[in-house]
Protein backbone atom coordinates (compact mmCIF):
# COMPACT_ATOMS: atom_id res chain seq x y z
CA UNK A 1 0.00 0.00 0.00
CA UNK A 2 2.77 2.47 0.54
CA UNK A 3 3.59 2.09 -2.80
CA UNK A 4 0.38 4.21 -3.55
CA UNK A 5 1.54 7.17 -3.95
CA UNK A 6 -0.20 10.73 -4.77
CA UNK A 7 0.89 10.15 -8.32
CA UNK A 8 -0.57 6.98 -8.93
CA UNK A 9 -4.20 6.56 -9.65
CA UNK A 10 -3.91 2.52 -9.00
CA UNK A 11 -5.26 1.40 -4.81
CA UNK A 12 -4.42 -2.82 -5.75
CA UNK A 13 -5.55 -3.25 -2.06
CA UNK A 14 -8.69 -1.24 -2.60
CA UNK A 15 -9.75 -2.30 -5.65
CA UNK A 16 -12.84 -3.57 -6.87
CA UNK A 17 -12.69 -6.52 -8.63
CA UNK A 18 -12.25 -10.20 -7.23
CA UNK A 19 -9.20 -10.38 -5.03
CA UNK A 20 -7.16 -13.55 -5.02
CA UNK A 21 -5.70 -14.71 -1.37
CA UNK A 22 -2.30 -15.36 -0.47
CA UNK A 23 -2.11 -19.69 -1.25
CA UNK A 24 -0.40 -21.59 -3.40
CA UNK A 25 -1.85 -22.67 -5.90
CA UNK A 26 -2.32 -26.63 -6.13
CA UNK A 27 -1.08 -28.89 -9.10
CA UNK A 28 -3.77 -29.97 -11.94
CA UNK A 29 -3.75 -33.31 -10.19
CA UNK A 30 -4.21 -31.92 -6.49
CA UNK A 31 -7.20 -29.79 -7.51
CA UNK A 32 -8.39 -32.57 -9.56
CA UNK A 33 -8.44 -34.65 -6.05
CA UNK A 34 -9.79 -31.84 -4.28
CA UNK A 35 -12.96 -31.10 -6.46
CA UNK A 36 -13.31 -35.23 -6.27
CA UNK A 37 -13.42 -35.05 -2.61
CA UNK A 38 -16.30 -32.05 -3.12
CA UNK A 39 -18.49 -35.13 -5.15
CA UNK A 40 -17.61 -33.16 -8.79
CA UNK A 41 -18.07 -35.89 -11.32
CA UNK A 42 -17.02 -36.15 -14.98
CA UNK A 43 -13.64 -37.81 -15.70
CA UNK A 44 -9.84 -37.57 -14.14
CA UNK A 45 -8.73 -35.15 -17.19
CA UNK A 46 -12.43 -32.69 -17.25
CA UNK A 47 -11.07 -32.21 -13.18
CA UNK A 48 -7.16 -31.19 -13.96
CA UNK A 49 -8.98 -29.09 -16.82
CA UNK A 50 -11.07 -26.89 -14.10
CA UNK A 51 -7.69 -27.22 -11.68
CA UNK A 52 -5.71 -25.93 -14.68
CA UNK A 53 -8.42 -22.83 -15.66
CA UNK A 54 -8.15 -21.43 -12.33
CA UNK A 55 -4.72 -21.62 -11.23
CA UNK A 56 -4.65 -24.26 -8.67
CA UNK A 57 -6.66 -21.91 -6.51
CA UNK A 58 -8.70 -24.11 -3.81
CA UNK A 59 -11.12 -21.47 -2.67
CA UNK A 60 -12.03 -20.82 -6.54
CA UNK A 61 -12.12 -24.47 -6.94
CA UNK A 62 -14.58 -24.67 -4.12
CA UNK A 63 -16.97 -22.06 -5.30
CA UNK A 64 -16.60 -24.03 -8.52
CA UNK A 65 -17.67 -27.30 -7.00
CA UNK A 66 -20.54 -25.09 -5.06
CA UNK A 67 -21.97 -23.40 -7.81
CA UNK A 68 -22.42 -27.26 -9.61
CA UNK A 69 -24.06 -28.37 -6.47
CA UNK A 70 -26.51 -25.61 -6.92
CA UNK A 71 -27.19 -26.40 -10.47
CA UNK A 72 -28.63 -29.91 -9.36
CA UNK A 73 -25.84 -31.91 -11.21
CA UNK A 74 -21.76 -33.37 -10.72
CA UNK A 75 -20.92 -33.23 -14.14
CA UNK A 76 -18.33 -30.42 -14.77
CA UNK A 77 -18.27 -30.36 -18.24
CA UNK A 78 -21.49 -28.35 -19.36
CA UNK A 79 -20.74 -25.30 -16.59
CA UNK A 80 -17.31 -25.53 -17.93
CA UNK A 81 -18.44 -24.58 -21.72
CA UNK A 82 -19.86 -21.87 -20.18
CA UNK A 83 -17.48 -20.20 -18.07
CA UNK A 84 -14.44 -21.40 -20.87
CA UNK A 85 -15.61 -22.19 -23.86
CA UNK A 86 -15.37 -19.98 -26.55
CA UNK A 87 -16.97 -16.88 -25.74
CA UNK A 88 -16.13 -17.15 -22.11
CA UNK A 89 -12.59 -15.61 -21.10
CA UNK A 90 -10.27 -17.54 -22.97
CA UNK A 91 -7.57 -19.90 -21.37
CA UNK A 92 -5.21 -17.13 -20.96
CA UNK A 93 -7.44 -14.68 -19.28
CA UNK A 94 -6.37 -13.64 -16.28
CA UNK A 95 -7.61 -15.44 -13.17
CA UNK A 96 -9.50 -12.26 -11.66
CA UNK A 97 -11.51 -12.31 -15.17
CA UNK A 98 -12.57 -15.93 -14.75
CA UNK A 99 -13.04 -15.99 -10.80
CA UNK A 100 -15.52 -12.67 -12.08
CA UNK A 101 -17.76 -14.74 -13.91
CA UNK A 102 -17.76 -17.77 -11.80
CA UNK A 103 -19.03 -15.78 -8.98
CA UNK A 104 -21.50 -14.18 -10.89
CA UNK A 105 -22.72 -18.02 -11.63
CA UNK A 106 -22.52 -18.94 -8.40
CA UNK A 107 -24.62 -15.90 -7.75
CA UNK A 108 -27.23 -16.41 -9.85
CA UNK A 109 -28.60 -19.68 -7.94
CA UNK A 110 -27.63 -18.63 -4.39
CA UNK A 111 -30.24 -18.29 -2.18
CA UNK A 112 -31.10 -14.61 -1.72
CA UNK A 113 -30.86 -14.56 2.42
CA UNK A 114 -27.12 -16.00 1.29
CA UNK A 115 -25.96 -13.67 -0.64
CA UNK A 116 -27.76 -10.70 1.41
CA UNK A 117 -25.73 -12.17 4.37
CA UNK A 118 -22.55 -12.30 2.61
CA UNK A 119 -22.86 -8.96 1.55
CA UNK A 120 -23.33 -7.66 5.25
CA UNK A 121 -20.20 -9.30 6.03
CA UNK A 122 -18.36 -8.26 2.62
CA UNK A 123 -19.20 -4.94 4.08
CA UNK A 124 -16.18 -5.12 6.67
CA UNK A 125 -12.33 -5.26 5.74
CA UNK A 126 -12.36 -7.04 8.64
CA UNK A 127 -13.66 -9.68 11.11
CA UNK A 128 -17.55 -8.63 11.99
CA UNK A 129 -18.75 -10.13 14.99
CA UNK A 130 -22.48 -12.05 14.63
CA UNK A 131 -24.24 -9.42 16.68
CA UNK A 132 -23.17 -6.77 14.62
CA UNK A 133 -24.66 -8.23 11.07
CA UNK A 134 -27.87 -9.05 13.17
CA UNK A 135 -28.57 -5.23 13.70
CA UNK A 136 -27.71 -4.47 10.30
CA UNK A 137 -30.16 -6.79 9.28
CA UNK A 138 -32.78 -5.73 11.34
CA UNK A 139 -32.24 -2.07 10.34
CA UNK A 140 -31.23 -1.50 6.97
CA UNK A 141 -34.60 -1.97 5.30
CA UNK A 142 -32.63 -3.07 1.52
CA UNK A 143 -32.23 -6.11 4.12
CA UNK A 144 -34.87 -6.58 6.11
CA UNK A 145 -37.41 -6.37 3.79
CA UNK A 146 -36.00 -9.32 1.62
CA UNK A 147 -34.97 -10.95 4.78
CA UNK A 148 -38.36 -11.36 6.35
CA UNK A 149 -38.89 -11.56 9.72
CA UNK A 150 -36.12 -13.94 10.54
CA UNK A 151 -34.50 -14.36 14.46
CA UNK A 152 -30.77 -14.08 14.88
CA UNK A 153 -30.31 -17.55 15.85
CA UNK A 154 -31.78 -17.73 12.43
CA UNK A 155 -28.89 -15.76 11.01
CA UNK A 156 -26.28 -17.18 12.91
CA UNK A 157 -27.06 -20.56 11.87
CA UNK A 158 -27.21 -18.85 7.91
CA UNK A 159 -23.58 -17.57 8.71
CA UNK A 160 -22.41 -21.04 9.89
CA UNK A 161 -23.47 -22.80 7.16
CA UNK A 162 -21.77 -19.75 4.87
CA UNK A 163 -18.75 -21.17 6.85
CA UNK A 164 -18.91 -24.67 6.33
CA UNK A 165 -19.21 -23.62 2.32
CA UNK A 166 -15.77 -22.25 2.65
CA UNK A 167 -17.68 -18.60 2.23
CA UNK A 168 -16.86 -17.56 5.04
CA UNK A 169 -14.02 -17.36 7.77
CA UNK A 170 -14.95 -18.33 11.14
CA UNK A 171 -12.95 -16.83 13.77
CA UNK A 172 -12.86 -16.20 17.69
CA UNK A 173 -13.11 -12.69 19.43
CA UNK A 174 -11.45 -11.51 22.10
CA UNK A 175 -13.87 -12.59 24.61
CA UNK A 176 -14.91 -15.79 22.36
CA UNK A 177 -17.36 -14.35 20.60
CA UNK A 178 -18.11 -15.29 16.92
CA UNK A 179 -16.38 -13.29 14.13
CA UNK A 180 -16.91 -13.85 10.26
CA UNK A 181 -14.89 -12.54 7.43
CA UNK A 182 -15.35 -12.84 3.82
CA UNK A 183 -12.34 -14.16 1.91
CA UNK A 184 -10.87 -11.34 -0.02
CA UNK A 185 -11.51 -12.99 -3.20
CA UNK A 186 -15.48 -13.38 -2.63
CA UNK A 187 -15.41 -9.88 -0.71
CA UNK A 188 -15.53 -7.55 -3.34
CA UNK A 189 -18.07 -9.44 -5.51
CA UNK A 190 -20.65 -9.59 -2.52
CA UNK A 191 -20.08 -6.32 -1.67
CA UNK A 192 -20.80 -4.87 -4.62
CA UNK A 193 -23.98 -7.10 -5.31
CA UNK A 194 -25.19 -5.85 -1.57
CA UNK A 195 -24.44 -2.03 -2.56
CA UNK A 196 -25.54 -2.40 -6.40
CA UNK A 197 -29.51 -3.09 -4.68
CA UNK A 198 -29.24 0.97 -3.51
CA UNK A 199 -26.91 3.55 -3.12
CA UNK A 200 -28.88 4.72 -0.25
CA UNK A 201 -27.43 1.35 1.95
CA UNK A 202 -23.73 3.01 1.93
CA UNK A 203 -25.16 5.90 3.84
CA UNK A 204 -27.53 4.06 5.85
CA UNK A 205 -25.36 1.34 7.06
CA UNK A 206 -22.58 3.66 7.61
CA UNK A 207 -24.70 5.70 9.80
CA UNK A 208 -26.03 2.34 11.24
CA UNK A 209 -21.71 1.69 12.20
CA UNK A 210 -21.45 5.19 13.73
CA UNK A 211 -24.23 5.07 16.11
CA UNK A 212 -22.90 1.85 17.67
CA UNK A 213 -21.94 1.94 21.19
CA UNK A 214 -18.42 2.89 21.54
CA UNK A 215 -15.53 2.19 24.04
CA UNK A 216 -14.76 5.50 25.99
CA UNK A 217 -11.15 4.58 25.33
CA UNK A 218 -10.66 2.08 22.78
CA UNK A 219 -7.46 -0.37 23.26
CA UNK A 220 -7.83 -2.08 19.90
CA UNK A 221 -8.22 -1.58 16.25
CA UNK A 222 -10.98 -4.37 15.82
CA UNK A 223 -12.81 -1.35 18.55
CA UNK A 224 -13.10 0.88 15.82
CA UNK A 225 -13.21 -0.94 13.06
CA UNK A 226 -17.34 -0.61 12.81
CA UNK A 227 -16.12 3.85 12.67
CA UNK A 228 -13.34 2.64 10.27
CA UNK A 229 -16.32 0.43 7.59
CA UNK A 230 -18.49 3.26 8.04
CA UNK A 231 -15.57 6.11 6.63
CA UNK A 232 -15.06 4.03 3.57
CA UNK A 233 -18.66 3.78 2.82
CA UNK A 234 -19.64 7.40 3.27
CA UNK A 235 -16.37 8.11 0.71
CA UNK A 236 -17.73 5.03 -1.69
CA UNK A 237 -20.65 7.59 -1.89
CA UNK A 238 -18.96 10.90 -2.56
CA UNK A 239 -19.65 12.01 0.99
CA UNK A 240 -16.50 13.49 2.25
CA UNK A 241 -18.00 15.97 4.52
CA UNK A 242 -19.31 13.10 6.74
CA UNK A 243 -16.48 11.02 6.60
CA UNK A 244 -14.11 13.76 7.97
CA UNK A 245 -16.99 14.25 11.16
CA UNK A 246 -16.50 10.90 11.64
CA UNK A 247 -12.43 11.14 11.33
CA UNK A 248 -12.19 14.40 13.50
CA UNK A 249 -14.84 13.82 16.16
CA UNK A 250 -14.16 9.65 16.53
CA UNK A 251 -10.61 9.24 15.51
CA UNK A 252 -10.02 12.14 17.04
CA UNK A 253 -8.65 13.48 13.83
CA UNK A 254 -6.38 10.25 13.39
CA UNK A 255 -4.64 10.70 16.92
CA UNK A 256 -6.72 7.37 18.29
CA UNK A 257 -5.04 5.73 15.26
CA UNK A 258 -1.83 6.41 16.14
CA UNK A 259 -1.99 5.78 19.94
CA UNK A 260 -3.83 2.37 19.71
CA UNK A 261 -1.95 2.07 17.77
CA UNK A 262 -3.85 1.29 14.56
CA UNK A 263 -1.41 2.28 11.57
CA UNK A 264 -2.00 -0.38 9.03
CA UNK A 265 -5.78 0.97 9.65
CA UNK A 266 -5.14 4.46 9.67
CA UNK A 267 -3.33 4.55 6.35
CA UNK A 268 -6.18 2.30 4.40
CA UNK A 269 -8.41 4.83 5.65
CA UNK A 270 -6.90 7.78 4.53
CA UNK A 271 -6.13 6.44 1.14
CA UNK A 272 -9.32 6.34 0.45
CA UNK A 273 -9.42 10.30 1.35
CA UNK A 274 -6.40 10.94 -0.98
CA UNK A 275 -5.34 7.60 -2.63
CA UNK A 276 -5.90 8.74 -6.35
CA UNK A 277 -6.43 11.77 -8.12
CA UNK A 278 -10.36 11.85 -8.51
CA UNK A 279 -10.52 11.10 -4.48
CA UNK A 280 -8.06 14.28 -3.72
CA UNK A 281 -10.10 16.08 -5.82
CA UNK A 282 -13.31 15.72 -4.34
CA UNK A 283 -11.03 15.79 -1.47
CA UNK A 284 -10.38 19.50 -1.62
CA UNK A 285 -13.85 20.32 -3.49
CA UNK A 286 -16.29 18.89 -0.66
CA UNK A 287 -13.55 19.85 2.13
CA UNK A 288 -10.78 22.65 1.50
CA UNK A 289 -7.26 22.69 -0.10
CA UNK A 290 -6.48 22.91 3.68
CA UNK A 291 -7.85 19.20 4.38
CA UNK A 292 -6.83 18.00 1.37
CA UNK A 293 -2.82 18.78 2.32
CA UNK A 294 -4.05 17.37 5.96
CA UNK A 295 -4.88 13.79 4.70
CA UNK A 296 -1.80 14.35 2.84
CA UNK A 297 0.19 14.54 5.42
CA UNK A 298 -1.87 11.79 7.42
CA UNK A 299 -0.87 8.98 4.57
CA UNK A 300 2.79 10.27 4.93
CA UNK A 301 3.09 9.72 8.39
CA UNK A 302 1.41 6.43 8.74
CA UNK A 303 3.67 4.88 5.54
CA UNK A 304 6.61 6.30 7.46
CA UNK A 305 5.52 5.13 11.00
CA UNK A 306 5.00 1.60 9.24
CA UNK A 307 8.22 1.84 8.07
CA UNK A 308 7.89 2.70 4.16
CA UNK A 309 9.90 5.61 3.99
CA UNK A 310 9.88 5.47 0.04
CA UNK A 311 6.08 5.50 -0.14
CA UNK A 312 6.05 8.06 2.53
CA UNK A 313 7.75 10.82 0.73
CA UNK A 314 5.75 11.65 -2.38
CA UNK A 315 3.08 12.02 0.17
CA UNK A 316 5.06 14.40 2.51
CA UNK A 317 6.26 16.18 -1.03
CA UNK A 318 2.66 16.53 -2.30
CA UNK A 319 1.20 17.93 1.00
CA UNK A 320 4.04 20.55 1.31
CA UNK A 321 3.02 21.57 -2.48
CA UNK A 322 -0.58 22.35 -0.97
CA UNK A 323 0.62 24.52 1.94
CA UNK A 324 2.51 26.17 0.00
CA UNK A 325 0.30 27.13 -2.58
CA UNK A 326 -2.39 28.20 0.09
CA UNK A 327 0.19 30.09 2.70
CA UNK A 328 -0.67 28.05 5.49
CA UNK A 329 2.47 28.13 7.42
CA UNK A 330 1.45 26.22 10.49
CA UNK A 331 0.84 23.44 8.99
CA UNK A 332 3.85 23.92 6.47
CA UNK A 333 5.96 24.24 9.62
CA UNK A 334 4.62 20.68 11.21
CA UNK A 335 5.15 18.67 6.98
CA UNK A 336 8.46 19.61 7.19
CA UNK A 337 9.05 18.50 10.68
CA UNK A 338 7.83 15.30 9.71
CA UNK A 339 10.06 15.44 6.52
CA UNK A 340 12.95 16.19 8.39
CA UNK A 341 11.90 12.75 10.45
CA UNK A 342 11.74 11.04 7.13
CA UNK A 343 14.82 12.12 5.82
CA UNK A 344 16.92 11.22 8.83
CA UNK A 345 15.67 8.27 8.64
CA UNK A 346 17.39 7.63 5.41
CA UNK A 347 20.31 9.20 6.22
CA UNK A 348 19.60 12.16 4.52
CA UNK A 349 20.99 14.66 6.76
CA UNK A 350 21.61 18.10 4.81
CA UNK A 351 18.09 17.74 3.68
CA UNK A 352 16.99 16.78 7.06
CA UNK A 353 18.65 19.64 8.60
CA UNK A 354 17.15 22.21 5.62
CA UNK A 355 13.81 21.03 6.53
CA UNK A 356 14.16 21.57 10.89
CA UNK A 357 15.35 25.11 9.86
CA UNK A 358 12.93 26.15 7.86
CA UNK A 359 9.43 25.14 10.22
CA UNK A 360 11.89 26.53 13.16
CA UNK A 361 11.95 30.18 10.69
CA UNK A 362 8.04 29.60 10.00
CA UNK A 363 7.09 28.89 13.84
CA UNK A 364 9.42 32.65 14.66
CA UNK A 365 7.62 33.89 12.25
CA UNK A 366 4.04 32.78 13.43
CA UNK A 367 5.09 33.96 17.31
CA UNK A 368 4.27 30.54 17.98
CA UNK A 369 6.12 28.82 21.07
CA UNK A 370 4.91 25.27 20.56
CA UNK A 371 5.67 24.94 17.12
CA UNK A 372 8.75 26.68 18.14
CA UNK A 373 9.54 23.96 21.05
CA UNK A 374 8.95 21.32 18.42
CA UNK A 375 11.04 22.76 15.82
CA UNK A 376 14.21 22.95 18.07
CA UNK A 377 13.84 19.50 18.96
CA UNK A 378 13.16 18.14 15.67
CA UNK A 379 16.60 20.42 14.68
CA UNK A 380 18.29 19.05 17.87
CA UNK A 381 17.65 15.41 16.97
CA UNK A 382 19.26 16.19 13.47
CA UNK A 383 22.50 17.64 14.86
CA UNK A 384 23.02 14.61 17.09
CA UNK A 385 23.23 12.63 14.51
CA UNK A 386 25.23 14.93 12.40
CA UNK A 387 27.46 14.65 15.43
CA UNK A 388 27.10 18.29 15.89
CA UNK A 389 26.65 17.72 19.59
CA UNK A 390 27.43 21.12 21.14
CA UNK A 391 24.96 22.83 18.86
CA UNK A 392 22.08 19.81 19.15
CA UNK A 393 22.45 20.40 23.21
CA UNK A 394 21.97 24.30 22.89
CA UNK A 395 18.74 23.53 20.43
CA UNK A 396 17.39 20.68 23.24
CA UNK A 397 17.85 23.53 25.92
CA UNK A 398 15.85 26.31 23.78
CA UNK A 399 12.93 23.84 23.35
CA UNK A 400 12.86 22.81 27.06
CA UNK A 401 12.90 26.30 28.00
CA UNK A 402 9.65 26.89 25.85
CA UNK A 403 8.58 23.39 27.16
CA UNK A 404 8.65 24.70 30.70
CA UNK A 405 7.23 28.39 30.15
CA UNK A 406 4.37 27.39 28.09
CA UNK A 407 3.52 24.02 29.02
CA UNK A 408 0.11 24.25 31.48
CA UNK A 409 2.04 22.16 33.94
CA UNK A 410 5.70 23.76 33.00
CA UNK A 411 6.81 19.81 32.23
CA UNK A 412 10.33 19.79 30.82
CA UNK A 413 10.30 18.62 27.35
CA UNK A 414 8.50 15.41 26.80
CA UNK A 415 7.28 13.31 23.80
CA UNK A 416 9.34 12.58 20.76
CA UNK A 417 11.31 15.34 21.50
CA UNK A 418 12.04 14.85 25.32
CA UNK A 419 13.40 10.95 23.75
CA UNK A 420 15.80 12.88 21.63
CA UNK A 421 16.99 14.78 24.07
CA UNK A 422 17.05 11.40 26.75
CA UNK A 423 19.27 9.72 24.33
CA UNK A 424 22.01 12.90 24.03
CA UNK A 425 21.92 12.98 27.62
CA UNK A 426 22.84 9.16 27.84
CA UNK A 427 25.11 9.17 24.66
CA UNK A 428 26.97 11.83 27.02
CA UNK A 429 27.01 10.20 30.25
CA UNK A 430 24.57 12.43 31.90
CA UNK A 431 22.81 9.52 33.44
CA UNK A 432 20.83 10.36 36.11
CA UNK A 433 19.61 13.25 34.15
CA UNK A 434 18.87 11.41 31.22
CA UNK A 435 16.42 9.25 33.71
CA UNK A 436 15.00 12.01 35.22
CA UNK A 437 13.49 13.22 31.96
CA UNK A 438 12.74 10.03 30.80
CA UNK A 439 10.93 8.75 33.86
CA UNK A 440 8.61 11.77 33.94
CA UNK A 441 8.47 11.67 29.83
CA UNK A 442 6.86 8.43 30.41
CA UNK A 443 4.35 9.20 33.04
CA UNK A 444 2.92 11.90 30.28
CA UNK A 445 3.03 9.46 27.67
CA UNK A 446 1.15 6.57 29.79
CA UNK A 447 -0.99 9.67 30.63
CA UNK A 448 -1.92 10.49 27.17
CA UNK A 449 -1.90 6.73 25.68
CA UNK A 450 0.70 7.68 23.22
CA UNK A 451 1.75 4.21 22.77
CA UNK A 452 4.65 4.65 20.36
CA UNK A 453 6.12 7.35 22.95
CA UNK A 454 5.87 5.19 25.64
CA UNK A 455 7.57 1.88 23.76
CA UNK A 456 10.69 4.38 23.28
CA UNK A 457 11.03 5.82 26.61
CA UNK A 458 11.18 1.99 28.21
CA UNK A 459 14.08 1.41 25.14
CA UNK A 460 16.16 4.79 26.86
CA UNK A 461 15.59 3.23 30.27
CA UNK A 462 16.27 -0.19 29.10
CA UNK A 463 19.74 1.44 27.84
CA UNK A 464 20.43 3.31 31.14
CA UNK A 465 19.96 0.14 33.03
CA UNK A 466 22.21 -1.18 30.72
CA UNK A 467 24.77 1.34 31.20
CA UNK A 468 24.21 0.94 35.08
CA UNK A 469 25.06 -2.78 34.74
CA UNK A 470 21.38 -3.77 35.62
CA UNK A 471 20.95 -6.25 33.45
CA UNK A 472 17.49 -7.84 34.43
CA UNK A 473 15.68 -4.57 34.79
CA UNK A 474 16.97 -3.47 31.49
CA UNK A 475 15.70 -6.29 30.12
CA UNK A 476 11.67 -5.75 31.36
CA UNK A 477 12.18 -2.78 30.04
CA UNK A 478 13.56 -3.51 26.60
CA UNK A 479 10.72 -6.41 26.50
CA UNK A 480 8.51 -4.24 27.05
CA UNK A 481 9.73 -1.64 24.32
CA UNK A 482 9.98 -4.55 21.61
CA UNK A 483 6.71 -5.67 22.24
CA UNK A 484 4.55 -2.16 22.40
CA UNK A 485 6.16 -1.03 19.30
CA UNK A 486 5.61 -5.13 17.52
CA UNK A 487 1.89 -4.61 18.81
CA UNK A 488 1.68 -1.47 16.20
CA UNK A 489 3.95 -2.44 13.61
CA UNK A 490 6.29 0.68 14.18
CA UNK A 491 9.09 -0.17 12.18
CA UNK A 492 10.87 3.01 12.24
CA UNK A 493 11.84 2.81 15.90
CA UNK A 494 11.90 -1.51 16.25
CA UNK A 495 15.18 -1.86 14.89
CA UNK A 496 17.10 0.32 17.67
CA UNK A 497 15.36 -1.63 20.25
CA UNK A 498 16.63 -4.89 18.67
CA UNK A 499 19.92 -3.84 18.30
CA UNK A 500 19.84 -2.50 22.78
CA UNK A 501 18.52 -6.04 23.26
CA UNK A 502 21.50 -7.51 21.09
CA UNK A 503 23.90 -5.82 23.53
CA UNK A 504 22.13 -6.96 26.26
CA UNK A 505 22.12 -10.81 25.37
CA UNK A 506 26.00 -9.97 24.74
CA UNK A 507 26.50 -8.81 28.07
CA UNK A 508 24.72 -12.23 29.41
CA UNK A 509 27.18 -14.05 26.82
CA UNK A 510 23.93 -15.76 24.60
CA UNK A 511 25.66 -14.60 21.50
CA UNK A 512 23.52 -16.80 19.36
CA UNK A 513 20.23 -14.78 20.51
CA UNK A 514 21.97 -11.10 20.05
CA UNK A 515 22.83 -12.33 16.51
CA UNK A 516 19.24 -13.13 15.70
CA UNK A 517 18.08 -9.42 17.12
CA UNK A 518 20.84 -7.62 14.75
CA UNK A 519 19.54 -10.35 11.94
CA UNK A 520 15.86 -8.80 12.28
CA UNK A 521 17.25 -5.55 12.59
CA UNK A 522 19.18 -5.42 9.62
CA UNK A 523 16.06 -7.54 7.96
CA UNK A 524 13.82 -4.49 8.92
CA UNK A 525 15.98 -1.58 8.12
CA UNK A 526 17.78 -2.64 4.83
CA UNK A 527 14.97 -3.02 2.89
CA UNK A 528 13.33 0.54 3.58
CA UNK A 529 16.22 2.45 3.45
CA UNK A 530 16.33 3.32 6.81
CA UNK A 531 20.03 3.75 6.54
CA UNK A 532 20.95 4.72 9.70
CA UNK A 533 19.29 1.51 11.38
CA UNK A 534 20.96 -0.42 8.95
CA UNK A 535 24.99 1.38 10.05
CA UNK A 536 24.18 0.22 13.74
CA UNK A 537 22.66 -2.93 13.02
CA UNK A 538 26.08 -4.02 10.92
CA UNK A 539 28.19 -2.25 13.33
CA UNK A 540 26.43 -4.29 16.14
CA UNK A 541 26.69 -7.83 14.30
CA UNK A 542 30.48 -7.24 14.37
CA UNK A 543 30.89 -6.79 17.80
CA UNK A 544 28.30 -9.31 18.59
CA UNK A 545 31.05 -11.54 16.29
CA UNK A 546 34.06 -9.91 18.50
CA UNK A 547 32.72 -10.67 21.48
CA UNK A 548 32.01 -14.17 20.70
CA UNK A 549 35.45 -14.81 19.67
CA UNK A 550 37.33 -13.45 22.33
CA UNK A 551 34.77 -15.67 24.16
CA UNK A 552 35.67 -18.83 22.83
CA UNK A 553 39.76 -18.51 22.88
CA UNK A 554 39.65 -22.49 22.20
CA UNK A 555 38.24 -22.66 19.33
CA UNK A 556 40.17 -21.22 16.66
CA UNK A 557 38.75 -21.78 13.62
CA UNK A 558 35.35 -20.37 14.65
CA UNK A 559 37.43 -17.45 16.45
CA UNK A 560 38.88 -16.66 12.90
CA UNK A 561 35.87 -16.89 10.89
CA UNK A 562 34.11 -14.60 13.66
CA UNK A 563 37.22 -12.05 13.25
CA UNK A 564 36.59 -11.87 9.44
CA UNK A 565 32.99 -11.12 9.48
CA UNK A 566 34.08 -8.08 11.86
CA UNK A 567 35.67 -6.73 9.33
CA UNK A 568 33.11 -7.38 6.44
CA UNK A 569 30.40 -5.51 8.84
CA UNK A 570 32.60 -2.99 10.52
CA UNK A 571 34.15 -1.94 6.84
CA UNK A 572 30.28 -1.97 5.52
CA UNK A 573 29.28 -0.01 8.66
CA UNK A 574 31.53 2.85 7.78
CA UNK A 575 31.34 3.30 4.22
CA UNK A 576 27.51 3.77 5.01
CA UNK A 577 28.04 5.66 8.29
CA UNK A 578 30.39 8.23 6.04
CA UNK A 579 27.91 7.82 3.01
CA UNK A 580 25.18 9.66 5.51
CA UNK A 581 27.37 12.08 7.69
CA UNK A 582 26.06 9.84 10.60
CA UNK A 583 29.39 10.94 13.20
CA UNK A 584 28.38 8.05 15.57
CA UNK A 585 28.36 5.09 13.55
CA UNK A 586 31.50 6.14 11.62
CA UNK A 587 33.18 6.49 15.28
CA UNK A 588 31.79 3.06 16.16
CA UNK A 589 33.20 1.19 13.24
CA UNK A 590 37.07 2.55 13.37
CA UNK A 591 36.89 1.37 17.40
CA UNK A 592 35.27 -2.24 15.74
CA UNK A 593 37.90 -2.19 13.17
CA UNK A 594 40.61 -1.11 15.18
CA UNK A 595 39.82 -4.14 17.45
CA UNK A 596 39.50 -6.15 14.33
CA UNK A 597 43.22 -5.19 12.94
CA UNK A 598 44.66 -6.15 16.51
CA UNK A 599 42.94 -9.61 16.53
CA UNK A 600 44.30 -9.91 12.84
CA UNK A 601 47.89 -9.17 14.30
CA UNK A 602 48.10 -5.85 12.31
CA UNK A 603 48.99 -3.37 15.25
CA UNK A 604 49.81 -0.80 12.70
CA UNK A 605 46.99 -0.50 11.08
CA UNK A 606 45.25 -0.87 14.62
CA UNK A 607 46.75 2.14 15.80
CA UNK A 608 45.99 3.99 13.02
CA UNK A 609 42.43 3.33 13.45
CA UNK A 610 42.46 3.59 16.99
CA UNK A 611 43.99 7.41 16.49
CA UNK A 612 41.02 8.24 14.21
CA UNK A 613 38.98 6.86 16.69
CA UNK A 614 39.79 8.64 19.35
CA UNK A 615 39.61 11.96 17.38
CA UNK A 616 35.87 11.64 16.57
CA UNK A 617 35.47 10.56 20.38
CA UNK A 618 36.88 13.89 21.16
CA UNK A 619 34.66 15.85 18.50
CA UNK A 620 31.80 13.52 20.00
CA UNK A 621 31.95 14.23 23.31
CA UNK A 622 32.94 17.93 24.36
CA UNK A 623 34.54 18.54 26.97
CA UNK A 624 32.33 21.30 28.49
CA UNK A 625 30.06 18.61 28.00
CA UNK A 626 31.57 16.04 30.00
CA UNK A 627 29.91 14.79 33.61
CA UNK A 628 33.05 15.46 35.86
CA UNK A 629 34.04 13.18 36.60
CA UNK A 630 33.35 11.35 33.06
CA UNK A 631 32.01 8.07 33.21
CA UNK A 632 32.00 7.25 29.53
CA UNK A 633 34.35 3.76 29.40
CA UNK A 634 34.91 4.02 25.45
CA UNK A 635 32.95 0.30 25.37
CA UNK A 636 29.50 0.20 24.20
CA UNK A 637 26.32 0.13 26.26
CA UNK A 638 26.06 3.62 27.62
CA UNK A 639 26.19 5.28 23.82
CA UNK A 640 24.30 2.95 21.91
CA UNK A 641 22.29 4.54 19.21
Given at each position: MAGDTPGNDAQPDLGSGPRSVDLMGLTDDEGARLLAQMKVGGSEEVRRDVSRRLAGHPLALRVFASALALEGQDDPAPLCRDLFGEEAPREDDPLEL??????????????????????????????????????????????????????????????????????????????????YRCPPMLRDHFRAALLERSRKITVAAAEMLAGLPAAERPESAREIEPVLTAIELLLE??????????????LENGRLLKRLPALHEGLRCVLRFVGTARQRAQCEHQLSTRKLGFYLNEAALFTLLGGETRGALPFYQASLAVYRGAGD?????????????????LGQLGEAKA????????????????????????????????????????????????????????????????????????????????????????????????????????????????????????????????????????????????????????????????????????????????????????LTRGRIFLARAQALPGDAATAQRDVERVQEDGEAGLAL???????????????????????????ARSRTLAEEFRVLERRLLPVDLLPDPPHLDHGRNDRRS
Open positions: KLKRLLARYQEKLPERQTLLLGLVALFPEPVDVGTVCRMARELPVVRKPLGRVGDKTIAQALRRLCDSHLLVREAGPAGEERASDFVKADELYRWRKKNLSIGLRNLSDLCRAASREALSLAEEMDDAAEQEKSWASLGTVLVTAGRVSEAASAFDQANALSVAHDPDGDELYSTGGIAWADLLLRLGFWSQARRLTEANLKICQRHGWSNDVGRCHWILGRLDMAEGQLASAGAHLATAESTLRRGQVLMALPAVLLAAAELHVAQGAFDAALAKAEEALQIATPRELRLHQADALAKGCGYVWAERDALWLLSETMKALSDP
